[in-house]
C-alpha cells in the first residue's frame, strides 16, 4: 500500500503533538483512499515509515479503531476497514473527509441530513425551550444579520454554529443535540473550502430571526417551515458541486 504523504508547513495545520500529527496524516490517508480498503501493514512498518516508537503508533491506531477506520490484530496487522464500517457522524471523520476528495459526496450527505433533521428539531425547539433559550436564540440571530450584512465570515462561522447548535439542543431530544458537532462541521466547511459567500442572502439572514421568533412564540410549524426553507437554500448553493 502506498504512503501517505505528510502535511506541508504551509497546509494551515496546527499540530499539538507527534500524536496529533500521526493521527490527522493516517486518517487523512484512510479516508481520502491512499490506504485503501483491505490494505494491510503492520505496527512495525508504520513505526519504521513515520520513524516513531511502537506506543505511539499504538495509541494512533486505538483511536483509528474507535472510529472504524481500522482494524488491529495480533499476527494480522492494521486492516483498512471499508467506509460502510466508519463512523461516519464523527467530526474527525467528517473533517478528513471533507479535506480530501470525497468533498462532494460528504457535503451532499451532511447537507441532506441536515434537510431531515434541523426543520423537526426547530419545531420541537418551539414547543420545548425555555424562555431564556428562545431570547437568546433571538439575540443571536440579530448578531447573525449584522455579521452577514457585514462580510466577516470568521466570525459570520462562530454565530451561524452557535444558533444551529442552540436549536439542536433546544430541541429537547438528546439524539439531535448529539448532531450539534456534525452541524458545525459542515457549516466549517462551507467557510473553509470557500462555498460560502461573502455576504450571504439576505433572506437566508432574515429566514434565520423568523425561525427564533417562531421558537420564541411557540409557533412550531413556523420554526419548522423556516427552517426548512435555510436547509433547502443550503442545498441548493452546494448541489452543483456535487452535480
Given at each position: 500500500m502506498g504512503s501517505p504523504a505528510a502535511p506541508g508547513k504551509g497546509d494551515g495545520v496546527a499540530w499539538v503533538s507527534l500524536h496529533d500529527r500521526l493521527l490527522e496524516?493516517?486518517?487523512l490517508a484512510v479516508t481520502g483512499g491512499t490506504l485503501a480498503a483491505g490494505d494491510r501493514v503492520l505496527l512495525d512498518?508504520?513505526?519504521d515509515r513515520f520513524d516513531v516508537s511502537r506506543s505511539v503508533i499504538r495509541e494512533v491506531v486505538r483511536v483509528l479503531e474507535a472510529l472504524s477506520l481500522v482494524s488491529s490484530r495480533r499476527r494480522v496487522g492494521v486492516v483498512v476497514l471499508p467506509a460502510s464500517e466508519w463512523n461516519l457522524y464523527d467530526p474527525r471523520v467528517i473533517r478528513w473527509r471533507l479535506a480530501g476528495d470525497q468533498r462532494a459526496d460528504q457535503l451532499?450527505?451532511?447537507?441532506?441530513?441536515?434537510?431531515?433533521?434541523?426543520?423537526?428539531?426547530?419545531?420541537l425547539a418551539a414547543n420545548n425551550a425555555s424562555i431564556e433559550v428562545a431570547a437568546e436564540l433571538?439575540?443571536?440571530?440579530?448578531?447573525?444579520?449584522?455579521?452577514?450584512?457585514s462580510g466577516d465570515l470568521e466570525a459570520f462561522l462562530v454565530v451561524d454554529i452557535a444558533f444551529h447548535q442552540m436549536i439542536l439542543r433546544g430541541s429537547g431530544n438528546?439524539?439531535?443535540a448529539?448532531?450539534?458537532e456534525v452541524v458545525a462541521e459542515v457549516l466549517t466547511g462551507r467557510t473553509?473550502?470557500?462555498?460560502?459567500?461573502?455576504?450571504?442572502?439576505?433572506?437566508?439572514l432574515q429566514l434565520h430571526i423568523d425561525v427564533a421568533d417562531a421558537v420564541q412564540r411557540g409557533d412550531a410549524p413556523g420554526a419548522q417551515s423556516a427552517m426548512l426553507r435555510i436547509v433547502d437554500q443550503a442545498v441548493e448553493e452546494l448541489a452543483p458541486i456535487w452535480r
Open positions: 496524516e493516517l486518517g512498518e508504520l513505526a451532499r450527505s451532511l447537507s441532506q441530513l441536515r434537510a431531515a433533521v434541523e426543520p423537526a428539531a426547530a419545531a433571538m439575540s443571536v440571530a440579530g448578531r447573525l444579520r449584522g455579521l452577514g450584512r438528546e439524539m439531535f448529539q448532531l450539534s473553509q473550502y470557500g462555498l460560502m459567500p461573502r455576504h450571504p442572502a439576505a433572506e437566508a
